[in-house]
């Protein structure tokens, strides 16, 4: 959704890296427009997000808009960047987490999921190559910080971060998706599960299907509900973490 093509590099990082409270002749500020854009799509989702939304939502012209940032492709750029921008109160507030890099880990596992869930278009924009933005720099030092010493490389520092990150990004993602299947169907979990487990009975045989049938029956009673999306977050990262102090360990014997 924010790739670069028929993008400037230039002007685009001179915007994300521009005063954006400083008014224009308008009295109208990138800050203002990005703002407008972010509560848009958080209401409607990125789809809704058009230059002549934004303009409607802010009372102005629609080429008002066009004076302060040239397009959406720029302006979803912008969107990103402010919301990185609200992850943590300063720098090394990962890194002042208890628990070493195991605890400042699991803090930005947690403030990265909840970050997904408020803004859950974000799901659909970020990947690929990112808006190098002030913002985006700043997240990316502030979670490297705590594996900075701890004995690994630096390629590894930022393996292991994106390690924890595409977690915590497919994670959310399962969760953002249940909740949209849930307000399209107008059904419950439990709704859910009694219009579709007769028929799943007549179709999937024991039989044919041992284990999936027994996995799935578990699984089914244990989190009322086709996935657990927060088990499944503390599970992996549990186990990533494992991973990391094992490489860790096995470098320091």
Known sequence: MSGRKGADPARSLALLWGAHGRPGRSGLTIRAIVEAAVELADAEGIEAVSMRQVAERLRVGT???????????????????????????????????????????????????????????????????????????????????????????????????TLVLTHVEGTARTRVSLDQARRDSGMTDDEWWVANAPLLDKVADESRFPVASRVGQAAGQEYDAPADPEGALGFGLDRILDGVAALIAGRES
């Open 63 to 161: 080429m008002s808009l066009y004076t302060h940032v040239p397009g959406k492709t720029e302006l979803v750029d912008l969107m990103i960047d402010t919301t990185y921008g609200r992850l943590y109160e300063d720098v090394n507030a990962p890194s002042s987490q208890p628990g070493g890099w195991r605890g400042a880990l699991r803090f930005v596992a947690v403030r990265n999921w909840d970050l997904y869930l408020r803004h859950p278009w974000m799901l659909q924009v970020t990947g690929g190559r990112p808006a190098l933005g002030p913002n985006a720099v700043l997240k990316y030092e502030a979670e490297l910080r705590p594996l900075d010493g701890v004995g690994l490389t630096d390629l590894e520092m930022d393996a292991v971060l």
